[in-house]
């Protein structure tokens, strides 16, 4: 099931309204980014002196280029660890776009799903980022105690996290926030074990890229499929 729903959402990769999704997404990232990048520069040079008395040295009027050169590196480091996060962040305001490609391809029968306001949309994807940033924080410290089995502690992590957001995404469309919750809930297993498939991406640069577009996907099947396996009620 897991498995199945991961390929029917790898070869809708072509499709248009992924490829939108994706590449706004990775566009806002990146200009984030830089505009992070300008504002540090700019604010270097606005809090450093043009010319700084050092003992020994005297005057000197290169410690402003020194910190400007040292600000690449950081910005590189702070990418390494938030560019998926915030890439996940931008494409989750975007993610019903891919639910609606998914069912309009594999689930044609379905009524319109109502479209999640745009705040809603706002809210959630500030409280992912938020939650991937502060629990990867916290699992630094645990890292180093792991040795061979960091990479695991790291599946497991972002497994449940993933899992727990795109499924709810998913399943809101069509259940709400309530139902979403119990039907969680009840499959919480197969929801985490195929967060971790989406999790094991994230260490590879670039295609880590693919993760929101793919979970969207991949969840949306998924939902569809538990949905199915509800019992009626009688």
């Known amino acids: 099931m897991i498995l199945d729903s991961f390929l029917k959402a790898l070869g809708q990769l072509g499709d248009g309204r992924f490829q939108r999704v994706l590449w706004l997404g990775i566009g806002l990232t990146l200009g984030l980014f830089i505009a992070a990048f300008v504002a540090l520069r700019w604010t270097i040079r606005w809090i450093v002196p043009d010319t700084v008395t050092l003992p ?22 702070a990418s390494v660890f938030l560019m998926v996060p915030v890439a996940s962040a931008f494409c989750g305001l975007f993610l019903d776009d891919v639910a609606e490609a998914v069912e309009d391809r594999h689930y044609p029968g379905l009524p319109p799903a109502p479209r999640i306001p745009i705040s809603s949309q706002i809210w959630d994807a500030i409280r992912f980022f938020g939650t991937v940033v502060v629990v990867n924080l916290v699992a630094l410290l645990v890292y180093p105690f792991s ?24 399943a809101m469309r069509r259940i709400g926030p309530e139902g979403a919750r119990a039907l969680r809930s009840r499959y919480s297993g197969t929801i985490w074990l195929a967060g971790a498939l989406m999790a094991a991406p994230l260490s590879i640069p670039v295609v880590n890229l693919l993760v929101p577009v793919l979970g969207a996907a991949t969840f949306t099947h998924l939902f569809h499929r538990l949905q199915a396996q509800v019992p009626s009620r009688p």
Do not use: K, S
């Open 147 to 170: 040795g061979p089995f960091a990479p695991i502690v790291f599946w497991i992590v972002n497994g449940f996290l993933l899992g727990r957001e795109y499924f709810t995404l998913a």
């Open 56 to 77: 020994r040295l005297g005057e000197v009027h290169w410690i402003e280029r020194v910190l400007e050169f040292g600000a690449i590196p950081v910005m590189l480091l």
